[in-house]
């Protein structure tokens, strides 16, 4: 089997991988609702979903700093990473071991629902259940590549204290356009160091910020008040923002935000590619149009 991974690289496996740890939680998730429970030994302390299935599954430490070495005693024959959540030095020791790693990262939806049917190609034999899910991703991926002809503002941040969000190089973005919300901060760049992110101070010269993830900004009140959003959207991860959080938006005399559109949503549903966003996009999907009802309604007042 041959496949090729979000880095580019040739993944070759002579069969069917029959013991894969998964270092990546969305992943983990698609993996064991396609049927791979048996398959999968080994996962992280941040892989919860499903929660029926991922007991019994042996945890290996974070996204960010796995046990190489209780991995390495798990025998696995392929190791699947995220190349935004994972770091290059553990791939490079896993490489290094001879075992096949593959790397995904999707920013799109129709990259999470086309990852679906990749991650299925590792289970083999699919049941009944497992192949529509497989089908469903298929359809969803014509209507992820059309952007809903109405949208409404909206505004995601990911972290209050400093405040942080998303530009449009995020899959959290993508989320947005697909349930026909527009990005205010789509085209903001992060800005080094702190200072220069929150208009306070010069930035870094180009050649000391090279490299570095700029995707997500740290941006002040101020900002936010200018972008002028009809609708926030709080998630519970990786910042659990709170009713205290929500009230400070509330508050901050945003023009066009209606004190109801500041909503709570489950995070998992924004941020993990794959069967996870795509069998809760109906559900984002209707938390925008209600939005954009209330939004409607102000504007015509």
């Known amino acids: 089997m041959l496949l090729t991974d979000d880095r580019g690289e040739a993944v070759r496996l002579q069969r069917l991988p029959n013991r ?21 030994v080994g996962r992280t302390e941040y892989c919860v979903e499903p929660a029926d299935r991922v007991q019994g599954i042996a945890t290996v430490g974070g996204t960010k700093n796995p046990d190489i070495e209780r991995i390495l005693e798990l025998r696995p024959d ?4 995220n190349r935004e959540e994972n770091t290059r030095r ?4 896993f490489v290094g071991h001879g ?11 129709a990259e999470g629902a086309a990852q679906v049917g990749r991650l299925a190609r ?9 192949k529509e899910l497989v089908r469903e991703a298929y359809r969803m991926t014509t209507s992820f590549e059309k952007a809903p002809s109405e949208t409404i503002r909206a505004f995601v941040p990911i ?10 190089g995020t ?11 527009t990005n205010v901060f789509a085209d903001r760049e992060r800005r080094f160091p702190l200072t220069a992110d929150l208009g306070r101070g010069p930035e870094f010269a180009p050649e000391k910020t090279q490299g570095r993830d700029t995707r997500y900004p740290r941006v002040t009140l101020d900002e936010v008040r200018a972008r002028d959003p009809e609708l926030i959207v709080l998630p519970d991860e990786p910042h659990p923002f709170s009713e205290a959080d929500a009230e400070v938006f509330r508050s901050a005399n945003i023009p066009s935000l209606a004190p109801e559109n500041v909503r709570f949503c489950v995070g998992k549903s924004l941020m993990w590619p794959g069967l996870m966003s795509i069998e809760h996009h109906e ?4 938390l925008v149009q209600a939005a954009a009802r209330v939004a409607s309604t102000r504007r015509a007042r």
Do not use: Q
């Open 20 to 40: 894969i740890v998964s270092l990546v939680p969305s992943d983990t998730y698609t993996l064991l609702r396609l049927g791979a429970a048996s398959r999968v």
């Open 99 to 109: 075992i096949a790693v593959l790397t995904t990262c999707p920013i799109r939806m």
């Open 78 to 81: 392929l190791v699947v990473m």
């Open 171 to 181: 899959f959290i973005s993508d989320v947005l356009r697909c349930a026909g919300a």
């Open 90 to 93: 553990d791939w490079e020791k």
């Open 159 to 168: 972290w209050m204290d400093p405040l942080m969000t998303i530009n449009d």
């Open 122 to 130: 590792l289970v083999g034999d699919l049941d009944a259940a497992a």
């Open 283 to 286: 559900h984002i999907r209707g």
